[in-house]
């Protein structure tokens, strides 16, 4: 079905007041098509245009037809021709390998689980947090610097410091952070309060995001890394 169709006939349904148990069936399915964008079709046109006689084609054969042609492409051209597209034309960024930093070779959807062909790891997807590790010494955040998966922490004696995902800390490391090691980005206005800690040995171990583009275009000015410890429910 025409993906622009399948969207207002959705939409219509969703906002009827009262649908039928017919209409609900239909709104069921409809959800279900939203996922998926077609890429091609075909009509008897397109077999006219290449000289053949449409004059007999019923919709079977027609079915058949963008069947065959659906299953040939699939084998043949729609995974390189996805891949090349979707990387080098569009610039969708590839999940890449927590250990090694190599991107990712194929994603298994039934163990949640990624492949790395180049140092042959693997590893569980995990969605993101909102939570950061403060990375210092004697750990090594050099590999978040390079692949740009973190924010510069500027309040450590350690220069290299970094706030980097959570989710990516447990990959790369292997073992869970230490519970005085977690911050959150909280942003303005909520972040207001933590500006207003009073006491001098709290408010050290928490520091303002002013000092770099990036931590400052992603959360925001007025914004600040506050310890999980400290954050108020």
Excluded at 7 to 30: C, G, I, P, V, W
Excluded at 44 to 62: A, H, P, Q, Y
Excluded at 150 to 174: I, K, Q, T
């Amino acid at each position: 079905m025409n993906r622009q169709l399948t969207e207002d006939l959705h939409q219509y349904f969703l906002q009827k007041k009262a649908l039928t148990s017919d209409e609900n069936y239909l709104l069921m399915r409809l959800t279900g098509e939203l996922p998926y964008f077609s890429i091609s079709h075909i009509c008897r046109n397109d077999l006219e245009g290449k000289g053949f006689d449409i004059s007999n084609v019923t919709d079977s054969v027609m079915s058949q037809l963008a069947g065959k042609l659906g299953n040939d492409y699939c084998e043949q051209l729609f995974w390189i021709s996805m891949e090349i597209i979707a990387e080098e034309c569009l610039k969708i960024p590839r999940h890449i390998c927590p250990k090694c930093g190599e991107k990712a070779a194929e994603y298994d959807s039934v163990d949640n689980t990624f492949q790395c062909s180049s140092c042959e790891n693997s590893w569980k997807k995990e969605e993101p947090t909102g939570r950061y590790v403060l990375v210092e010494f004697p750990e090594d955040p050099s590999f978040f610097e390079e692949h740009e998966l973190g924010y510069p922490c500027f309040n450590s004696d350690d220069n290299g410091a970094m706030y980097v995902p959570e989710h990516l800390y447990r990959a790369h490391f292997g073992k869970e952070p230490k519970a005085d090691t977690l911050y959150r980005p909280v942003q303005w206005p909520e972040s207001q309060i933590y500006f207003e800690i009073e006491s001098e040995s709290t408010t050290a171990l928490c520091e303002l995001i002013e000092a770099d583009a990036k931590s400052l275009e992603d959360f925001g000015s007025s914004s600040i890394w506050v310890p999980l410890c400290l954050i108020k429910k």
